[in-house]
T-cell receptor, first 115, second 111 residues
């Protein structure tokens, strides 16, 4: 049963701490998206990768956020230092590279609370 | 900034009735997708319609796309209480990869 796996599912941290969220895309999927969901802003696209290369990270605050794909099976989103306004649910999604007209498969999300 | 905007923001109907949600977008698209999200869960893909298609069906779902008006609609027929969820439209740009979501419509189906 292929699925996108995100860890941790929940994270509570203090302001100023580093937070790392991980995503394992579906095997064979080379397009990876990071979204942030809040009540106020809805689903915001933070960054997306194709074949591990960042295609667009314009939605991401550059001063504190960074997204990488160390290898094809792992995508990471880091926040350093974290702030209370970063509290949100962060979703990772993946899709097949060779087919543009296809859906994105979402993970269950990481619920981040920064206190 | 969000590409798609759903209308209405919230919809409450009786079981068995049809539910119609609309989505408008701003720029040229490669395709438009509808997703569903149950409370506290991830998003699940429902249906994708390409920019050269006008209508698509999947079970009780019917999606239309009007590229001249930059709008789409999702119709759920014979709704069920289990259809209660938030529904989002998402558009992919002409390159096909960058997928932007709208604000969503919260649907509540009363049993």
């Amino acid at each position: 049963d292929a699925r996108v796996t995100q860890t941790p599912r929940h994270k509570v941290t203090e302001m100023g701490q580093e937070v790392t969220m991980r995503c394992q895309p579906i095997l064979g999927h080379n397009t990876v998206f990071w979204y942030r969901q809040t009540m106020m802003q809805g689903l915001e696209l933070l960054a997306y990768f194709r074949n591990r290369a960042p295609l667009d990270d314009s939605g991401m605050p550059k001063d504190r956020f960074s997204a990488e794909m160390p290898d094809a099976t792992l995508a990471t989103l880091k926040i350093q230092p974290s702030e209370p306004r970063d509290s949100a649910v962060y979703f990772c999604a993946s899709g097949p590279t060779l087919q543009m007209n296809t859906e994105a498969f979402f993970g269950q999300g990481t619920r981040l609370t920064v206190v | 900034s969000q590409q798609g905007e759903e209308d209405p923001q919230a919809l409450s109907i009786q079981e068995g009735e049809n539910a119609t949600m609309n989505c408008s977008y701003k720029t040229s698209i490669n395709n438009l997708q509808w997703y569903r999200q149950n409370s506290g869960r991830g998003l699940v893909h429902l249906i994708l319609i390409r920019s050269n298609e006008r209508e698509k069906h999947s079970g009780r779902l019917r999606v239309t796309l009007d590229t001249s008006k930059k709008s789409s609609s999702l119709l759920i027929t014979a709704s069920r209480a289990a259809d209660t969820a938030s529904y989002f439209c998402a558009t992919a740009n002409t390159g096909g990869f960058k997928t932007i979501f709208g604000a969503g419509t919260r649907l509540f189906v009363k049993a």
